[in-house]
């Protein structure tokens, strides 16, 4: 059944590059004109394949698609997810080709989104198509998830879905961010997180001639920085060879004073801090409190807080984990050589997923050296597109399969 179907998706990729260009070819900026025409060019696409789709519009145009196969069981299974949204366009005189016109030249495909990613999102239906089609029998459902938001935050697309209950309890998930290399197709299994603090100094105005007379919360600020700075302790090391190790940078950005002559009476500071999986954000809370209390010690007229406003948890599977074993299997089956484990820079939805289920964090069409991703001219191979798919449709087949019935 392997060989049927991966022989299916290579006598039809005329009808895969196609559905690329037609979703490439609508712009879904966010922000901007955001997902809603895009997820239409989908559902048409599913319909065609006979798949069956519901739509999730928690937010006016911000529509994301919920696509599934049912099986024999109702339980686990595997979900795709990918997103419909492209960042800007930037400078377009910088493009060789309107980035809305999709253009194949030299083997690639160009267009804002081919990488990043519609070329993904079309080949997980592909896939979807082409199991259906060869006939194979499935024993556990297989769902695609093509939200909104991802270039924002996730919070109208993944995020929305999650707090509402309607991501379903798989084997495994894999998004469909790039994650070939220099033409070798490979998976990416970990990512550090994301979190922003800000630090709010309050003190109490007065005339600049008079400074005795107010607290400058300006003044206090630089002291609460410097003591972050000097004493605020990351793990040096990390918990992954694949993961780089914790960085935090201090005061990234800083707001405070209205005028010359007026002594603050309020200032605030941000701070970044990129994560490893052991770390929390009431761990990191906790450790700036008793920075700042220290330096209450020495100087009581320090009046400030920490506050963690995002904390996007780092992603880690195992090597060994199933996600990363059958991840490998479906490529392996699909192009015949083994494929590793790669660092990627960019966090992407898996981030949000794997608090519930255990998720690839890039497993997708689109190189992550050469596509451009963000950037203009943005591409993605055509081979590379086909290899993805088979490599799709071997992962249904390798989680969801019955496994004597497609022998
Ligand atoms: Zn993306």
């Known amino acids: 059944m392997y060989q049927t179907i991966m022989d299916y998706i290579e006598t039809h990729q005329e009808s895969l590059i196609e559905n690329v260009k037609k979703l490439v070819s609508i712009d879904s900026t966010n922000p901007g004109v955001f997902e809603k025409e895009a997820a239409a060019e989908l559902q048409t696409?599913?319909?065609?394949?006979?798949?069956?789709?519901?739509?999730?519009?928690?937010?006016?145009?911000?529509?994301?698609?919920?696509?599934?196969?049912?099986?024999?069981?109702?339980?686990?299974?595997?979900?795709?997810?990918?997103?419909?949204?492209?960042?800007?366009?930037?400078?377009?005189?910088?493009?060789?080709?309107?980035?809305?016109?999709?253009?194949?030249?030299?083997?690639?495909?160009?267009?804002?989104?081919?990488?990043?990613?519609?070329?993904?999102?079309?080949?997980?239906?592909?896939?979807?198509?082409?199991?259906?089609?060869?006939?194979?029998?499935?024993?556990?459902?297989v769902y695609l998830h093509a939200v909104a938001d991802e270039e924002c935050g996730g919070r109208a697309g993944t995020v929305h879905l999650m707090e509402n209950h309607r991501i379903p309890s798989v084997d495994m998930a894999v998004t469909g961010e790039s994650s070939t290399f220099k033409g070798e197709m490979a998976l990416v299994r970990t990512c550090a997180g994301i979190a922003a603090i800000v630090i709010r100094s309050h003190g109490k105005s007065a005339h600049a001639s008079k400074p005795y007379e107010g607290n400058n919360a300006v003044l206090n600020m630089a002291r609460v920085m410097l003591a972050i700075q000097d004493s605020f302790k990351v793990p040096e090391s990390s918990v992954d060879p694949l993961l780089p190790a914790p960085t935090f940078a201090v005061g990234t950005q800083i707001k405070g004073g209205l005028k010359v002559n007026i002594i603050p009476e309020y200032c605030e500071a941000m701070m970044d801090l990129r994560t490893n999986p052991g770390m929390t954000k009431d761990g990191v809370e906790a450790q700036l409190r008793e920075i700042i209390q220290k330096v209450r010690e020495e100087h009581p007229e320090v009046n400030a807080e920490a506050e963690c406003t995002m904390w996007d948890n780092a992603a880690l599977l195992d090597e060994d984990s199933f996600a990363v074993q059958k991840g490998k299997e479906a490529i392996r089956r699909a192009v015949g050589y083994e494929p590793e484990c790669k660092m990627r820079s960019g966090a992407t939805d898996a981030r949000f997923l794997n608090d519930l289920v255990p998720c690839l964090v890039a497993y997708g069409p689109g190189d992550a050296l050469i596509g451009n991703i963000h950037g203009s001219n943005e591409s993605v191979g055509i081979r590379d597109l086909v290899n993805w798919a088979k490599a799709y449709a071997n992962l249904i087949l390798g989680v969801c399969g019955d496994g004597d019935a497609n022998e």
């Open 45 to 141: 696409q599913l319909r065609a394949a006979g798949i069956s789709f519901e739509i999730y519009e928690p937010f006016e145009k911000r529509v994301s698609v919920l696509a599934r196969m049912d099986a024999s069981q109702s339980q686990g299974g595997l979900l795709f997810n990918g997103h419909l949204d492209v960042v800007p366009t930037g400078d377009l005189s910088q493009w060789e080709s309107d980035p809305f016109k999709p253009e194949i030249r030299n083997g690639r495909l160009y267009g804002r989104g081919s990488t990043d990613m519609k070329g993904g999102v079309a080949a997980f239906a592909f896939a979807m198509k082409a199991v259906k089609e060869c006939g194979a029998v499935l024993k556990k459902p």
